[in-house]
Structure formats: structure tokens, C-alpha cells
């Protein structure tokens, strides 16, 4: 997380300052403003905001990294499908569904509403008393039967704390 204001920077790293730059009128990212090396790594959510943020602020930020970020855009079906969330607990599967299909933004899971499943093995930050979920389906078309989409529930597989269902049309 980079914090701006006017003419000087801050980096923040898990919620703690980590150093003061000076601010530059241009924007880089991945590739330094004085012929410095390229960056080799990782970079999401690069933000800048119109006010200095004090450190509480900037770990309710980092506490709204989801629990679990499945993309689900693979290119090849093999058996496991990542979790970009903090905690990286992948979605495994020995009857997995078909990867690399069109999605809505990039490729998608295809299940074949025989036996493909993705199944996210528990972890304690699961556990929540309030969450969203958001998702991207397509549905084919000619439902006869209720089609379960994904369903959380309790450490022991018993008592769905939610689940997200299709019904016949």
C-alpha cells in the first residue's frame, strides 16, 4: 500500500510505515523513474487516495482482503485452482471441472452437473458472522432440477451456513 500527499510518500507494508520517499509528478509502476531495474513480482491494487491515511485506516484496508479469491481462470484443468487471498488455500478437486473456458472477464470453470466439484478445505477464518459473496455464473439453459452453485458448512460438514442455488425455470 502507497500512501501520497502532495510531495512526499509513504509505503506501507501489512499495515506498518515502512519508509518516506519524495512524491514524482509520473506514475510508474513495475519500472523505476531514473533507469532503476524492473520490478519481478507481484502488484495488485495499487490505489491513491486525495488524503493521508492514518495507520488504523490503512489496516481496515487491508482487512477488507477477501478470505478467499477464487478467479477460477486457469488455463488447464490440475486438480487444484488458486486462492489469491492472503491465507492461499487453493480449491482442490479429483473430479475436477473443465478449465480454461470463456468467462466474463477471462477463462472460467466449467462444470458438467455430474459429478465436477471444487472443494476449499476449512480454515477457523471462515467462520464469520457476517460476509458477501460475490460470483459470476452462466447458466446453460433447460434446468429441471435444483443446481447447487457453492454451499458453506460447518467444520464437521453438517449445518450450511450458506449456499447459492439454481432452480428450475
Request: aromatic content about 8%; charged content about 25%.
Amino acid at each position: 500500500q502507497a500512501v501520497a500527499t502532495d510531495r512526499s510518500c509513504k509505503l506501507w507494508t501489512n499495515a506498518i510505515a515502512q519508509l518516506d520517499t519524495l512524491a514524482a509528478s509520473q506514475v510508474q509502476l513495475g519500472r523505476g523513474l531514473h533507469g532503476a531495474s524492473n520490478y519481478d513480482g507481484e502488484l495488485d491494487e495499487f490505489v491513491v487516495v486525495r488524503r493521508h491515511l492514518p495507520a488504523a485506516d490503512v489496516q481496515t484496508w487491508m482487512d477488507q482482503a477477501p478470505l478467499l479469491n477464487l478467479h477460477l481462470d486457469e488455463d488447464e484443468t490440475s486438480g487444484s485452482f488458486m486462492d489469491d487471498s492472503p491465507l492461499g488455500n487453493p480449491a482442490v478437486c479429483t473430479t475436477c471441472p473443465e478449465a480454461g473456458t470463456k468467462g466474463q472477464m477471462r477463462e472460467a470453470a466449467l462444470f458438467d452437473a455430474a459429478d465436477d466439484e471444487l472443494q476449499v478445505f476449512y480454515d477457523p477464518s471462515y467462520d464469520l458472522d457476517e460476509f458477501s459473496v460475490a460470483l459470476w455464473v452462466r447458466p446453460r439453459d433447460g434446468r429441471t432440477l435444483r443446481e447447487p452453485i457453492i454451499a458453506k458448512r460447518a467444520f464437521d460438514g453438517t449445518n450450511e451456513n450458506f449456499a447459492l442455488e439454481l432452480h428450475p425455470s
